[in-house]
């Protein structure tokens, strides 16, 4: 095999493994592949979820998406446990109420890491809002994305404001079965819609060693062939 060649092989292997871990996490098959609880939509390719358990839950009109009413909290088939938490988990100083979740399980190795964008859309505002939360849980921990309180940004979808678009990230230090979802809760009352919009979930994968070693294997091999030339 010619250096050249051998270099070649080498950069297709570190490019091309391993295969993307997350399964249609750019929506452009609408829910495919996602497990939903409550009111999930596709809208464009970005998926929302809401507090709404039907049209009476706002006063500005309407915010349920998708016809299916948003699911209880505190409740064994309820958002948390749907979520991978605990029963009452998403309690803050106030109860959470009702909501939304999309979840989904894929494989990882170590070192990958898995990225999302996401963003905190609210009809809560004023002195009276309410502190509903967005939220994300890898492998039952849970990290709190944002309270309605934090949306400062107008609004998209028709809500009234919003915390503008963010990126979420983490690194699996182990290889293994990774569980995401993530979700939105009314907290302290169930009226006053808020809602979790999430694009583009991504796995970056780690090049594998091998494919490396590969790599630099070939290009010093390269490297000696010119110095003979
Ligand atoms: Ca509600
Ligand atoms: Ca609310």
Do not use: C, K
């Amino acid at each position: 095999m010619t250096p050249t060649r051998l270099l070649t092989l080498a950069l297709f292997a570190a490019a091309s493994s391993p295969a993307l871990a997350v399964s249609n996490g750019q929506f452009t098959a609408g829910l495919s592949h996602w497990d939903t609880l409550g009111d999930a939509v596709v809208q464009g390719q970005t998926l929302l979820l809401t507090s709404a358990f039907d049209a009476d839950d706002d006063a500005a009109g309407n915010f349920n998406f998708s016809g299916q009413p948003a699911a209880m909290a505190l409740s064994a088939d309820g958002v948390e446990v749907f979520a991978g938490l605990a029963i009452g988990a998403l309690d803050g100083d106030l109860q959470a109420a009702e909501g939304s979740v999309a979840r989904q399980q894929f494989s990882v190795q170590a070192g990958d890491t898995l990225h999302f964008d996401w963003q905190l859309l609210t009809n809560e505002q004023g002195t009276s809002a309410l502190p509903d939360l967005g939220f994300a849980v890898l492998n039952g921990q849970l990290f709190s994305l944002a309270e309605a309180l934090a949306a400062q940004a107008p609004g998209e979808f028709g809500f009234a404001a919003g915390t503008g678009w963010q990126r979420f990230s983490y690194t699996f230090s182990q290889a293994g079965l990774a569980s995401l979802a993530f979700g939105v809760v009314d907290r302290g009352d169930f009226v006053t819609t808020s809602a979790l919009a999430v694009q583009n979930v991504t796995v970056t994968p780690v090049p594998e060693p091998a494919a490396w070693a590969l790599v630099l294997a070939g290009a010093g091999v390269l490297l000696m062939a010119r110095r003979r030339g």
